[in-house]
């Protein structure tokens, strides 16, 4: 497939307040940022820093407070523009939603069927086909609950390629998975990104992970959520196990680790301060 | 991609033909294989335990009634009990007996279904209809269904009717109940998820809550069934007819005591089977689950 040329995303200013019982929550505070077409962005941040709410965002659950979100040239979400949830952009979620009553199979083809974009036979068999490449022949006809955790990430990564989405947001999807499982999930995802040429949005909170997958990671500090460090990442891809060894990469990770770790020791004596108050 | 087959666990331990792993045993011919296979499906010690339990309940019934410790001095031993099942069992005075309790119990709670589990979908899934329904729901719910005998004798002229009525209200109230927590119960993961892949309320309804809920709509249906029985029973006893519930009670004035324990035993038994068959539909309708 040739690289996708749609699927650019820009954030402006973007804040989002939650309100329960009239108590502000500040989840996410200014930010900003662009995701080109057919880049893969990875956001890091400690957990509770808003991560899941700035993707909500762009996926149409949350509306923001303030700030707007392009995609391709056109404004979507504003806090007077209320984006709905659509294909083009799938979620993967941080804690899996596979429905547990439908069969491998028949989760993958729903969105194509139900969407009215494929005949049943059609998806029937373009859900085959993607789940061949992405080895999980063979179980089908399995119901989620029996196949490894590791397959059920891989057919939900499926689920949401299948309906050809321009944009893919990732919301933690290894974050339950061993680490050699996470490893060929790793692989598996760098492949299929050289492949399709999808925008992917990736969010985790382990910084190692961010650096091998991504074209650029974005930093986030502690709640209130802002965008504190960009970092490029440029290893050549294709990229495998090899490029965790090379110079480069540990270069890129040595600098990241010490700005993030100024970053969260910063945010740690603020705190510090704020509690002698 | 080789790399990826990596993680295909071997499945299915339970499988696993655990004795022939153990040390110094060996398999000899088919039969042997067989034989022991299936002398440890039926003789194995939990269910010597389970029938040692049975065999015991009724050892200390016989020795209860046949002693006349109080208060069991005027309860039937078993054996009285086992003659005058063998006489009456075969009759058609039997079978008609379970035939209009559970042509009742059919009706009331079909209906019950019928209503409820509707009900309590929509309740669920739409605020508007909870607000109007849920307050009177809730406050008719605690009056104890066995109440609801006089006034549905007055309701309805015909005994059938009112006992049918009661039978639906009984199994109603968990119906709905069941159902409503299903719905609530279904995670938002799931629906957010649907409406990233771009379905619409619709397919959110009968492809997400409907399937999610239906473990607890069963649960509500096992609940509900007991409930029916115990409304049949309660219902025919007082407002006559034919049925299991009457016939127990017409025993007590009639003064054939063993007759009343082998009612007892006849609702218990029918009251299993039911239970059985909504267990059985369960499995049949949520294949998924069976697999637990
Ligand atoms: N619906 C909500 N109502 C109120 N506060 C919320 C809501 N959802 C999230 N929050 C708050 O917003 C903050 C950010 O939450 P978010 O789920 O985005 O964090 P996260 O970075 O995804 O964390 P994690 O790594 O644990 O998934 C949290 O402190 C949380 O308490
Ligand atoms: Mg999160």
Same mark, same amino acid.
Request: charged share 20%; proline share 6%.
């Given at each position: 497939m040739a690289k996708a040329k749609e699927g650019n995303v820009i954030a402006k200013h973007v804040s989002l307040v939650y309100d329960p019982l009239g108590v502000n929550v500040l989840a996410v505070a200014d930010c900003s940022f662009e995701i080109e077409a057919g880049a893969f962005m990875a956001i890091v941040g400690p957990s509770g820093c808003g991560k899941t709410t700035l993707l909500n965002m762009i996926a149409g659950f949350d509306t923001p407070t303030e700030g707007e979100i392009w995609v391709d040239g056109t404004c979507i979400a504003s806090p007077t523009i209320r984006l709905t949830p659509g294909p083009d952009r799938v979620v993967v979620f941080q804690h899996g939603a596979l429905f547990p009553w439908r069969t491998v199979l028949e989760n993958v083809c729903w969105g194509p069927i139900m969407q009215g974009t494929m005949t049943r036979e059609e998806a029937v068999e373009k859900a085959r086909e993607v789940l061949k490449i992405s080895g999980l022949?063979?179980?089908?006809?399995?119901?989620?609950?029996?196949?490894?955790s590791g397959m059920q990430r891989r057919v939900e990564i499926v689920r949401a390629l299948v309906n050809e989405p321009k944009i893919l947001l990732l919301d933690e999807p290894f974050r339950a998975l061993d680490a050699m499982t996470k490893s060929v999930m790793h692989q598996y995802l760098l492949d299929l990104f050289d492949a399709t040429g999808k925008t992917v949005m990736f969010i985790t909170h382990d910084l190692d992970e961010a650096i091998y997958l991504a074209d650029r990671v974005f930093v986030m500090t502690t709640?209130?959520?802002?965008?504190k460090q960009m970092i490029e990442v440029d290893l050549p891809r294709p990229r495998n196990m090899k490029t965790k060894v090379t110079d480069r990469y540990i270069e890129l990770r040595n600098e990241a680790l010490n700005a993030v770790h100024e970053e969260a020791r910063k945010a740690f004596e603020r705190g510090e301060r704020e509690m002698a108050k | 991609m080789e790399a990826i087959q990596m993680n295909k666990v071997e499945k299915n331990?339970?499988?696993?033909?655990?004795?022939?792993?153990?040390? $110094?045993y060996t398999e000899h011919t088919p039969f042997q294989k067989f034989w022991r296979r299936s002398m440890r499906g039926i003789f194995n010690l939990s269910n010597l335990r389970r029938i040692l339990s049975l065999v015991i309940i009724v050892v200390l019934w016989h020795v209860v009634t046949t002693l006349k410790i109080p208060p069991f001095t005027r309860v039937p031993t078993p054996y009285e009990v086992w003659v005058d099942a063998l006489s009456f069992i075969p009759t058609m005075h039997c079978f008609m007996c379970v035939i209009f309790s559970m042509g009742r119990i059919y009706l009331g709670f079909t209906i019950a279904c019928l209503i409820g589990i509707p009900l309590g979908l929509m309740m669920g899934w739409n605020r508007v209809v909870k607000n109007f329904v849920f307050p009177t729901f809730e406050s008719l719910r605690p009056i104890p269904v066995i109440s609801w005998i006089p006034l549905s004798v007055i309701m309805f002229p015909l005994t059938e009717h009112s006992i049918v009525f009661l039978v639906f209200l009984g199994a109603f109230y968990p119906i709905v109940l069941n159902t409503l927590l299903g719905v609530e119960s279904v995670r938002a993961d799931y629906i957010q998820g649907a409406l990233s892949l771009g379905s619409k309320p619709r397919h959110i309804f009968f492809d997400l809550i409907l399937p999610g809920a239906l473990p607890s709509i069963f649960t509500g249906m096992t609940v509900g069934m007991g409930l029916a029985w115990v409304m049949v029973v309660a219902a025919e006893m007082v407002a $006559? $007819?034919? $049925?299991l519930g009457y016939m127990t009670w017409e025993s007590y004035i009639l003064i054939a005591y063993p007759r009343i324990i082998l009612g007892m035993f006849t609702i218990g038994a029918c009251g299993y089977f039911s239970s059985a068959v909504i267990r059985h539909l369960g499995n049949k309708a949520m294949p998924w689950r069976s697999l637990f």
């Amino acid at each position: 497939m040739a690289k996708a040329k749609e699927g650019n995303v820009i954030a402006k200013h973007v804040s989002l307040v939650y309100d329960p019982l009239g108590v502000n929550v500040l989840a996410v505070a200014d930010c900003s940022f662009e995701i080109e077409a057919g880049a893969f962005m990875a956001i890091v941040g400690p957990s509770g820093c808003g991560k899941t709410t700035l993707l909500n965002m762009i996926a149409g659950f949350d509306t923001p407070t303030e700030g707007e979100i392009w995609v391709d040239g056109t404004c979507i979400a504003s806090p007077t523009i209320r984006l709905t949830p659509g294909p083009d952009r799938v979620v993967v979620f941080q804690h899996g939603a596979l429905f547990p009553w439908r069969t491998v199979l028949e989760n993958v083809c729903w969105g194509p069927i139900m969407q009215g974009t494929m005949t049943r036979e059609e998806a029937v068999e373009k859900a085959r086909e993607v789940l061949k490449i992405s080895g999980l022949e063979g179980c089908e006809n399995e119901y989620p609950m029996n196949i490894s955790s590791g397959m059920q990430r891989r057919v939900e990564i499926v689920r949401a390629l299948v309906n050809e989405p321009k944009i893919l947001l990732l919301d933690e999807p290894f974050r339950a998975l061993d680490a050699m499982t996470k490893s060929v999930m790793h692989q598996y995802l760098l492949d299929l990104f050289d492949a399709t040429g999808k925008t992917v949005m990736f969010i985790t909170h382990d910084l190692d992970e961010a650096i091998y997958l991504a074209d650029r990671v974005f930093v986030m500090t502690t709640r209130p959520g802002r965008l504190k460090q960009m970092i490029e990442v440029d290893l050549p891809r294709p990229r495998n196990m090899k490029t965790k060894v090379t110079d480069r990469y540990i270069e890129l990770r040595n600098e990241a680790l010490n700005a993030v770790h100024e970053e969260a020791r910063k945010a740690f004596e603020r705190g510090e301060r704020e509690m002698a108050k | 991609m080789e790399a990826i087959q990596m993680n295909k666990v071997e499945k299915n331990t339970d499988q696993v033909d655990w004795a022939s792993r153990i040390d $110094g045993y060996t398999e000899h011919t088919p039969f042997q294989k067989f034989w022991r296979r299936s002398m440890r499906g039926i003789f194995n010690l939990s269910n010597l335990r389970r029938i040692l339990s049975l065999v015991i309940i009724v050892v200390l019934w016989h020795v209860v009634t046949t002693l006349k410790i109080p208060p069991f001095t005027r309860v039937p031993t078993p054996y009285e009990v086992w003659v005058d099942a063998l006489s009456f069992i075969p009759t058609m005075h039997c079978f008609m007996c379970v035939i209009f309790s559970m042509g009742r119990i059919y009706l009331g709670f079909t209906i019950a279904c019928l209503i409820g589990i509707p009900l309590g979908l929509m309740m669920g899934w739409n605020r508007v209809v909870k607000n109007f329904v849920f307050p009177t729901f809730e406050s008719l719910r605690p009056i104890p269904v066995i109440s609801w005998i006089p006034l549905s004798v007055i309701m309805f002229p015909l005994t059938e009717h009112s006992i049918v009525f009661l039978v639906f209200l009984g199994a109603f109230y968990p119906i709905v109940l069941n159902t409503l927590l299903g719905v609530e119960s279904v995670r938002a993961d799931y629906i957010q998820g649907a409406l990233s892949l771009g379905s619409k309320p619709r397919h959110i309804f009968f492809d997400l809550i409907l399937p999610g809920a239906l473990p607890s709509i069963f649960t509500g249906m096992t609940v509900g069934m007991g409930l029916a029985w115990v409304m049949v029973v309660a219902a025919e006893m007082v407002a $006559g $007819g034919y $049925g299991l519930g009457y016939m127990t009670w017409e025993s007590y004035i009639l003064i054939a005591y063993p007759r009343i324990i082998l009612g007892m035993f006849t609702i218990g038994a029918c009251g299993y089977f039911s239970s059985a068959v909504i267990r059985h539909l369960g499995n049949k309708a949520m294949p998924w689950r069976s697999l637990f």
